[in-house]
């Protein structure tokens, strides 16, 4: 799955009109936080954006952490450490179930004969 640039006249305007409704947003929230007695404006205001953005990039991508981490310019440990820290659930890594090495050697499948 590629990214592709945005180039398209109609595409940069919805960018844009994206980036105005988030910048309209901040002020409101950071009054909200400091009403509240935040002292970490920074880190408390990023988390209401940060959450929803690494759910979205793990939804999109199927729930593979190393595709999300990739499509967010993160490492795959740190999108994890995130993920923990803002109590995001990950989805557990399923790996195939293991065949016992004997019957893998022979080419045999598992089980009784």
Not at 70 to 92: D, M, Q, V
Not at 100 to 110: D, E, I, K, N
């Amino acid at each position: 799955m590629a990214i592709e640039r945005i180039d398209d006249t109609t595409d940069s305007a919805m960018v844009a009109l994206l980036a105005r409704r988030v910048a309209d947003l901040v002020p409101p929230l950071v009054d909200k936080l400091l009403t509240t007695g935040s002292r970490r404006v920074y880190r408390d205001a990023t988390r209401f954006f940060e959450g929803p953005l690494l759910a979205h990039v793990l939804g999109v991508t199927g729930g593979n952490q190393l595709r999300a981490a990739r499509l967010l310019g993160l490492n795959r440990n740190t999108l994890r450490k995130r993920c923990r820290e803002l109590n995001l659930a990950l989805p557990r890594e399923g790996r195939r179930p293991r065949r016992p090495a004997a019957a893998a050697l022979a080419g045999a499948p598992a089980g009784p004969h």
